[in-house]
């Protein structure tokens, strides 16, 4: 694991240079933005949106973003010609998606702090999105295995969304049964939502255990049976083969 | 250094075993040819023993122990200097090998190579800009980067000036002389005939020749000598068996006659090539 500190530092330097952090702060701009015109309860009650939107969905764009440029450019290849190890590689990645959404809370939560005076409570925040951002890192790292180009990943992006927020969509329009609803919180966004939704409003506290340990649970399972045995077939056709 | 027995490899998607059942060894302090036409496996071995490709049949020992048994830092011994670019485009060269250099325990000072190669004064240029001479030049620092044991060139002189093709297979020799060992494919058949110790040829997954440049020579070759002179204002061609160059007639004929030129039957890499993989060389 000596070599994670390097990785991390340079995918850092990376996403600066390749002007992704550009992007994602422009993102970032236009939330706090949009803030601006929220007062009170509804205030209170959007900012949640913007970090749950930034450690989902900011989360999956940027860690695909980074493969895709290193898929491009076939510095995938050198990397793994290095003592670089499948999980040195992998969870620099979700280091890295991690600490990207943290300097968000930290940016989003100044912002608003000098603009509004708005002050929330961390400790229920970090948390939720910390493991918000693992599990949706790894659904990006395993979005973009099967993507061939930004394009496609941003489509798979689209699926995903698609089937996982449709049923709550589904659910709130009355379409699914308020007693299949609940079970609705075994599906990532929902229950991301929930963590992170717990910053402005009250939720049940076996929501909460349920959440971290469920997202804690699905984070090993995604990354020992779905990430990491199909990360060598993913290099291998990745390197040019 | 290298021990390959029976190695066979199959493609999750192909139903035919693209490299079948091939054996061979890579000493130690050698520079081994690997040529084969394009699609008959030599990218598939490569990635073979750089560790890329794994789930293969058969056995490949490096220092007498399975290749499989070494972990990630079997990547200390080996630099690695592919056809394709692989830096950074938007990271200038030095930040690219500055990056590079912090994944191993020992790494050499790049400046010296850096200006070896002619890529110095460009060392704060974005490789994106750099062109493909230059980034050929890049990637094969790279691979230097963390003095091998053993380097793995792929096409290393590919779409490089003459002028530095020469310093890169300079290098290449001294690298052998302090003790390297050198896995090189490569198209341009008078490298390889420069560079390697030994070759070896395959074609259609399987390999159909290994041995040294010369031994290959002499036997596709013909043991003759071609003759061409000047008799009464026309071209005369003779050619003459390796015994009879001892006769007087051949020295008579190089005493009295107007020689223009003097050929010997030994035939090129390339020639052998076409022989036995049955594929004529293109670029």
Redesign the interface.
């Known amino acids: 694991m000596g070599r994670l500190l390097p990785l991390v530092k340079g995918e850092f330097d990376r996403l600066n240079k390749y002007n992704l952090f550009t992007a994602n702060f422009v993102v970032l701009l236009f939330w706090v933005g949009l803030a601006f015109f929220f007062e009170g309860e509804e205030l209170k009650m959007f900012v949640p949106v913007i970090f749950l939107m930034d450690s989902t969905m900011m989360t999956i764009m940027l860690v695909g973003a980074s493969l895709f440029y290193e898929k491009q450019e076939h510095t995938m290849n050198s990397i793994m010609i290095s003592p670089v190890t499948e999980d040195e590689y992998l969870f620099s990645k979700v280091i890295v998606g991690v600490l990207n959404s943290l300097i968000t809370v930290i940016f989003i939560s100044a912002a608003l702090y000098f603009v509004k005076g708005v002050i929330y409570n961390y400790l229920l925040l970090i948390p939720a999105i910390i493991i918000v951002t693992v599990v949706h890192t790894m659904i990006g790292i395993r979005l973009s295995y099967h993507a061939k180009s930004f394009s496609s990943l941003l489509v798979n992006f689209m699926v995903y969304i698609f089937l996982f927020l449709l049923p709550t969509v589904f659910a709130t329009l009355g379409i699914i049964d308020a007693n299949l609803a609940k079970y609705l919180i075994v599906l990532p966004p929902e229950i991301s939502s929930i963590l992170i939704g717990a910053l402005a409003r009250d939720v049940e506290l076996w929501k909460l255990l349920f959440g971290y340990t469920y997202l804690s649970v699905l984070s090993f399972v995604l990354y020992r049976f779905m990430i990491k045995p199909k990360f060598n077939e993913y290099i291998m056709r990745e390197t040019g083969v | 250094m290298f021990k390959v027995r029976n190695l066979r490899f199959k493609?999750?998607s192909s139903k035919e075993y693209t490299i079948n059942g091939i054996d061979f060894e890579i000493k130690n302090g050698e520079i081994f040819g690997f040529l084969g036409p394009s699609a008959a496996g030599k990218?598939?071995v490569q990635?073979i023993l750089?560790k890329?490709?794994?789930g293969f049949e058969g056995e490949i020992e490096y220092y007498g122990k399975p290749l499989l048994s070494y972990?990630?830092?079997?990547?200390?011994d080996?630099g690695?200097s592919?056809e394709?670019?692989?830096?950074?485009?938007?990271?200038t060269a030095m930040?690219n090998l500055d990056?590079?250099k912090?994944?191993?325990?020992q790494t050499v000072d790049v400046e010296p190579l850096l200006k070896r190669v002619g890529l110095w004064d460009d060392r704060d240029k974005k490789a994106g800009e750099y062109s493909k001479g230059m980034k050929i030049r890049l990637n094969f620092i790279?691979a230097l980067l963390?003095k091998p044991k053993m380097l793995f060139l792929d096409e290393p002189t590919n779409g490089l000036d003459p002028g530095n093709a020469r310093i890169m297979k300079d290098m290449i020799l001294e690298f052998k002389k302090q003790g390297g060992t050198v896995f090189i494919t490569s198209h341009i058949m008078s490298d390889i005939d420069e560079l390697c110790d030994r070759v070896a040829f395959i074609a259609d997954g399987k390999l159909r020749e290994v041995d040294t440049p010369r031994n290959l020579k002499i036997k596709y070759g013909k043991r003759m000598v071609k003759v061409e002179y000047k008799e009464e204002g026309s071209l005369i061609v003779r050619e003459f068996s390796m015994n009879e160059i001892k006769t007087s007639a051949f020295c008579e004929l190089l005493r009295d006659k107007d020689i223009e030129t003097l050929h010997s039957g030994e035939t090129t890499l390339e020639e052998i090539f076409i022989k036995v993989t049955g594929v004529t060389l293109r670029g």
Not at chain 2, 102 to 105: E, H, Q, S, V
Request: aromatic share 22%.
């Open positions: 493609y999750p990218s598939t990635k750089i890329l490709l794994k972990n990630d830092e079997f990547y200390q080996i690695v592919f394709m670019p692989i830096s950074f485009s938007k990271l930040e990056f590079f912090k994944l191993y325990k790279r963390n």
